[in-house]
């Protein structure tokens, strides 16, 4: 079976600092890691994936995610947060080699950027 | 490109009523998912379609929800008779195939309250 575990409900930063958003997962075979976000009352967006290669992914809006093998872990991270990052983030995780689709999610992050 | 078409946005129904939700999946897009969505927590995934055929039903409460993709494209999920604890969003999602890059594409979702 596979999982995701994102350990914080909430993550508050001030406009301008780093953010991390953290996420741990455990799947069978090579996993297939992506992030999404989600807006009030909206579907969820794909911001981006891991699927091989280089450890440190970029995706939209300056995010980028770096994936550790040892610690099985995808945390989110942006240099520089923005009020407007302010949403729901979830972490998923697939099995690559099966099913690629088959996604399974943690139950979210709430970013909150202040100004 | 248009994407996933979701309908309806809201549904509120008593407790042993029917439901019944419609998605239209991205152009060309084989696989078709559907999530539900409790508040509070991450997306979990119901069924999958690859075309017209069941990929996955393994999560599905079956002696009360069923789905159908008669024709491979635009799906039904329905709910008979509904309880309270299926009050949630229905978020369908579309990928182009099991074997693509995993990445899924949502609608907006339908949000169900049951009384």
């Known amino acids: 079976a596979q999982s995701v575990a994102q350990p914080e409900d909430q993550v508050n930063v001030a406009e301008g600092n780093p953010l991390t958003v953290k996420c741990t997962y455990s799947?069978?075979?090579?996993?297939?890691l992506f992030w999404y976000v989600q807006y009030p009352n909206r579907g969820l967006q794909f911001l981006l994936k891991?699927?091989?290669?280089?450890?440190l992914v970029k995706g939209s809006y300056g995010f980028e995610a770096e994936f550790n093998k040892s610690q099985t872990s995808f945390h989110l991270k942006k240099p520089s947060a923005l009020v407007s990052d302010s949403a729901l983030y979830f972490c998923a995780v697939s099995a690559g080699n099966t099913n690629a689709g088959k996604s399974t999610f943690g139950d979210g992050t709430t970013l909150t950027v202040k100004p | 490109e248009a994407g996933v078409a979701q309908s309806p946005r809201y549904k509120i129904i008593e407790k042993r009523q029917s439901v019944a939700f419609w998605c239209n999946p991205i152009?060309?897009?084989?696989?078709l998912y559907w999530y539900q969505q409790i508040l509070g927590q991450g997306p979990k995934l119901l069924i999958q379609f690859q075309n017209n055929g069941v990929v996955d039903d393994s999560q599905l409460p079956k002696d009360r929800f069923s789905a159908e993709r008669l024709k491979g494209v635009d799906s039904t999920l329905k709910i008979q008779p509904a309880k309270l604890e299926d009050s949630a969003v229905y978020l369908c999602?579309?990928?182009?195939?099991?074997?693509?890059?995993?990445?899924?594409?949502f609608g907006e979702g339908s949000r169900l309250t049951v009384l």
């Open positions: 891991y699927i091989t290669g280089d450890n």
């Open positions: 799947v069978s075979g090579n996993p297939y």
């Open positions: 999602a579309s990928s182009p195939g099991t074997r693509a890059t995993g990445e899924l594409f």
């Open positions: 152009s060309g897009h084989a696989t």
